[in-house]
């Protein structure tokens, strides 16, 4: 799991910090560097259009650069080792916490003064970027996971919505119909599909990934429940290639009809709309199970480089309305606003043609519950510096040794809470924590 280069890169960085003071400058920089994991043709286009008008505005050129999400914690380790770190990055919010803690980004509390304050953004879309009276990052939007579904079929065998696991187990049974699965499975060990999609059912059970120590408390009888219920949803309604699959091949075993149910965010119904209209026609979404929302902001951090003033005023540039509404249009639904005003139905935002399908004003709506209530994986009790361990592929290793080497589930429950205990053990003596 790389763990061993993880440490070492980050006793690196850290070493890196103490010669870095990452001073302001006041000399316009010859270019300002952004990553991001915007990997949509769209959001890219969105993302450069921001960058030329800066451009226009200040002289000063932006250079984009995609890293994607689950390249960034490699890439950006070796950028801060080798001091070539970028002046603003867009991330998950487990890199954002992983890079504040290492020293690789500063506070971006200028960033949020310039945007209008800590006020102007909805409840809950900074309470993962607060740290010792600081801001770590400022979210660039925000989105909950849904439970995506095929109303037709539902309606064919005259079922609802599944809300208990219960009823999901007997919704996949009904429609479960070769090669069209009931609910596939993302197993694959290069992703964390599964390990995203066992954080909402832990959640029902009172499970946990961390106690408020940060010490790993995996290995519960709440969490074996659950890894037990995704093994019997697999057996019931998933594709035997359930190893093969990512996050991403979400969208076209939805648009394809290959698989008819799922939890994931709005992104899939935008896919659809754009792709397979017809498939889209008769598609709907409902809260995931037992409300359990599963929140994720997009944490926009500001590298530890000489350029902070110059990233601080770039980043509140982005929210500018015109360049903010525009930048969430790319993907609609799917990107929820953060800022009140945007999120007000008077803001430009709303003016959007695709709001008169209904579907897509009820994903908007639906999203916007998980803001004050849910919290992305590992971050059960706030800003965690190690919350990067739950989606480092011990999950997904998990469950391929259930499923495919017919590991006994509280075993390997166990072998996991203790891999990932011993990654989180690593971390914490490379930062010097206790």
């Known amino acids: 799991m790389k763990n061993k280069l993880i440490v070492f890169l980050m006793i ?9 003071s990452g001073a302001n400058e006041s000399e316009k920089p010859e270019k300002l560097t952004v990553w991001h994991g915007y990997s949509q043709t769209s959001r890219i286009d969105a993302m450069n259009a921001i960058g030329q008008k800066y451009t226009e505005k200040t002289g ?7 890293v994607t999400w689950p390249n960034q914690a490699e890439k950006w380790r070796a950028a801060y080792a080798a001091g070539t770190m970028p002046d603003v990055m867009i991330c998950l919010p487990d890199q954002a916490t992983a890079m504040y803690f290492a020293g690789a980004t500063v506070p971006a509390d200028d960033a949020i003064k310039l945007i209008g304050g800590a006020d102007r953004f909805l409840p809950g879309t900074l309470k993962e970027q607060f740290y010792d009276g600081h801001y770590i990052g400022v979210p660039h939007y925000a989105h909950s996971r849904l439970l995506i579904y095929r109303k037709d079929i539902l309606e064919q065998h005259g079922l609802n919505p599944p809300k208990t696991w219960e009823e999901y187990l007997n919704v996949c049974k009904e ?10 499975q993302l197993f694959n060990k290069s992703d964390y599909g599964s390990a995203f999609m066992l954080d909402v059912f832990m959640r029902n059970e009172g499970g946990k990934f961390f106690d408020e120590n940060f010490n790993i408390v995996f290995d519960s009888p709440e969490s074996i429940r659950a890894v037990q219920f995704l093994v019997d949803l697999y057996h019931i309604g998933s594709m035997p290639e359930a190893m ?5 091949d979400q969208f076209t075993l939805l648009n394809t009809g290959a698989t008819y149910m799922t939890i ?25 199970p037992y409300d359990s929302y599963y929140l994720t902001t997009f944490p926009i951090v500001v590298g530890n480089t000489s350029n902070i003033d110059i990233a601080n005023d770039f980043i509140a540039f982005m929210f500018e309305e015109e360049n903010y509404v525009n930048f969430l249009h790319a993907i609609l639904p799917g990107m929820n606003p953060v800022l009140k005003d945007i999120e007000d139905k008077t803001s430009s935002y709303w003016e959007n ?24 994986i590992g971050f059960e009790y706030g800003v965690n510096p190690f919350a990067s361990v739950c989606t480092a592929g011990y999950v997904e290793e998990m469950f391929q040794k259930i499923i495919i080497d017919n590991v006994p589930i509280e075993q390997a429950v166990a072998e996991c809470a203790v891999k990932m205990q011993q990654a989180v053990d690593e971390q914490k003596e490379a930062l010097g924590w206790e």
């Open 244 to 248: 093969n699959y990512i996050i991403n």
């Open 175 to 184: 429609i479960n119909d070769p090669p069209h699965y009931a609910f596939q």
């Open 353 to 376: 043609p695709a709001f008169s399908n209904p579907l897509v004003g009820k994903c908007v709506d639906l999203q916007a519950k998980g803001l004050v209530d849910g919290w992305s």
């Open 60 to 66: 000063i050129p932006v250079e984009f650069e995609v």
């Open 12 to 20: 690196s960085c850290s070493l890196f910090s103490l010669f870095s």
């Open 264 to 288: 994931d965010s709005a992104f899939t119904i935008n896919s659809a709309l754009e792709n397979a209209p017809d498939i889209a026609a008769v598609m709907d979404v409902a809260e995931p």
